[in-house]
């Protein structure tokens, strides 16, 4: 909704038409923030952390509650989501203490929680 108030804005709509406009379309089940926020979820959860998430869907002007509802009914595993983007990140480095140190730098900047990342690096540490 947020998107689509501030594009009419900046095309220099009044406030009434775009109110307007906004009611019709969620009338007529074009605009649904949380079916926009379940397919963004769903696109980008094999990319980003919960955190990660959680930040860009605010941004984009998702209410807090819907995010909340969307992130808790997600269907991905988290394990897997972060085994993939951390075996992209090891690809052709060879494992030592700051490779790992890195690693976990770098799954906290793609928004996994600290729980997760300290979860797969020891992991990663037994199978050495």
Do not use: W
Request: contains cysteine; aromatic residues 10%.
């Amino acid at each position: 909704e947020r998107q689509i108030k501030e594009y009419l804005k900046k095309k220099e709509y009044n406030h009434i038409t775009i109110d307007c406009e906004i009611e019709k379309l969620v009338e007529y089940k074009y605009l649904n923030d949380e079916e926009y926020a379940k397919s963004f979820v769903l696109t980008y959860s094999s990319k980003y952390g919960k955190l990660k998430l959680k930040s860009m869907l605010k941004v984009k002007g998702v209410a807090d509650s819907i995010i909340d509802s969307v992130l808790d009914n997600e269907e991905t595993p988290r394990e897997s989501s972060i085994s993939m983007v951390a075996d992209k990140y090891l690809r052709n480095k060879e494992i030592t203490r700051e490779t790992l140190n890195k690693l976990s730098r770098f799954l906290y900047s793609r928004g996994y929680e600290f729980d997760e990342i300290n979860s797969y690096i020891s992991n990663l540490k037994n199978d050495l």
